[in-house]
């Protein structure tokens, strides 16, 4: 496939879901703050560098674990989003807190506050952050539930990333995963593919490895989120490893590794 110059091609706003397989070990249900720590100094960097970033966390072990117990436990809806949005709340803030002491100025937008989710749109008000950004904060949403009839359903960060990148004129989505990019029937990474061919590719949903609890995931989920949100603004979707060191930064100036899903 041919590999295009990736330097810098994206002025102005980028926006990244980190992966919650990324900043938290859904085996020990833990922040990886190791991680968490030199994913912020990344984006701190790209801050520092003129980059306006719109950061949306996964749940991780904080909110598909939560989610999941919920279920299991057929929780009374209004028991399940008071226990999810507890956690969840609790992972954004570390990261908040994380991302503030290196210097980001990150805003926290609940996602089951300012958003009304339809299926896989999340349709939110994206207004107040456009407004607030203006006076240089950094935006942070996540994977959240909410009130549907009656009952409580999850939006995740991978659809809430493509509208938001499609509100703020992103014209790039990274999603920071814990592979090194979508990886084919083959087993090997794709570097570039447009998003017509992935939905007729042969790839399949990989097992995931150890027993991540997951109540969304997958490459699958990714690619209904493009498929339901996607803009003519948003011109590429990238999927980095934010294990490795260096990914997020380089995928926020322009220039990451992984696969590239050209829209
Ligand atoms: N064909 C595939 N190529 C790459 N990854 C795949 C594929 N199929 C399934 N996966 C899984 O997708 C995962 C990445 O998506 P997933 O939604 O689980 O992660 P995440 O976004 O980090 O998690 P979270 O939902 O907590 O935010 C990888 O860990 C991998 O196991
Ligand atoms: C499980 C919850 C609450 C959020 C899911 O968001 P995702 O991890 O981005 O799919």
């Given at each position: 496939?041919?590999?295009?110059?990736?330097?810098?091609?994206?002025?102005?706003?980028?926006?990244?879901?980190?992966g919650g397989s990324v900043i938290t070990d859904k085996r020990t249900f833990k922040l990886n703050y190791a991680i968490a720590?030199?994913?912020?100094?990344?984006?701190?960097?790209?801050?520092?560098?003129?980059?306006?970033?719109?950061?949306?966390l996964g749940g991780g072990s904080y909110g598909h674990v939560a989610a999941s117990s919920a279920r299991m436990l057929?929780?009374?809806?209004?028991?399940?989003?008071?226990l999810v949005?507890m956690y969840m709340f609790e992972l954004v803030l570390a990261m908040?807190?994380?991302?503030?002491?290196?210097?980001?100025?990150?805003?926290?937008?609940?996602?089951?506050?300012?958003?009304?989710?339809?299926?896989?749109?999340?349709?939110?008000?994206?207004?107040?952050?456009?407004?607030?950004?203006?006076?240089?904060?950094?935006?942070?949403?996540?994977g959240?539930?909410?009130?549907?009839?009656?009952?409580?359903?999850?939006?995740?960060?991978?659809?809430?990333?493509?509208?938001?990148?499609?509100?703020?004129?992103?014209?790039?989505?990274?999603?920071?995963?814990d592979?090194?990019?979508?990886?084919?029937?083959?087993?090997?990474?794709?570097?570039?593919?447009?998003?017509?061919?992935?939905?007729?590719?042969?790839?399949?949903?990989?097992?995931k490895t150890g027993s991540k609890i997951d109540v969304?995931g997958?490459?699958?989920?990714?690619?209904?989120?493009?498929?339901?949100?996607?803009?003519?603004?948003?011109?590429?979707?990238?999927?980095?490893?934010?294990?490795?060191?260096?990914?997020?930064?380089?995928?926020?100036?322009?220039?990451?590794?992984?696969?590239?899903?050209?829209?």
């Amino acid at each position: 496939m041919q590999t295009r110059s990736r330097a810098g091609r994206y002025p102005g706003v980028r926006v990244i879901k980190i992966g919650g397989s990324v900043i938290t070990d859904k085996r020990t249900f833990k922040l990886n703050y190791a991680i968490a720590n030199r994913i912020a100094g990344e984006i701190a960097a790209a801050v520092s560098n003129g980059i306006k970033v719109g950061i949306v966390l996964g749940g991780g072990s904080y909110g598909h674990v939560a989610a999941s117990s919920a279920r299991m436990l057929d929780a009374p809806p209004a028991d399940a989003l008071t226990l999810v949005t507890m956690y969840m709340f609790e992972l954004v803030l570390a990261m908040a807190d994380i991302l503030a002491s290196k210097g980001v100025k990150p805003v926290v937008y609940p996602p089951h506050s300012f958003c009304d989710p339809d299926g896989l749109v999340p349709r939110c008000n994206w207004n107040s952050v456009l407004r607030d950004m203006k006076v240089g904060v950094t935006p942070l949403v996540y994977g959240d539930v909410y009130a549907c009839g009656e009952s409580w359903c999850i939006v995740s960060g991978d659809e809430l990333a493509i509208e938001m990148a499609c509100s703020l004129g992103s014209p790039l989505v990274v999603y920071v995963t814990d592979v090194d990019g979508v990886i084919d029937a083959d087993g090997k990474v794709i570097d570039e593919i447009h998003v017509d061919e992935l939905e007729e590719s042969s790839i399949v949903e990989q097992q995931k490895t150890g027993s991540k609890i997951d109540v969304t995931g997958g490459i699958k989920r990714k690619l209904d989120a493009i498929r339901a949100n996607r803009c003519l603004t948003l011109r590429e979707i990238l999927v980095t490893n934010g294990l490795r060191e260096g990914n997020t930064y380089a995928a926020l100036m322009g220039h990451g590794s992984g696969t590239r899903i050209i829209l």
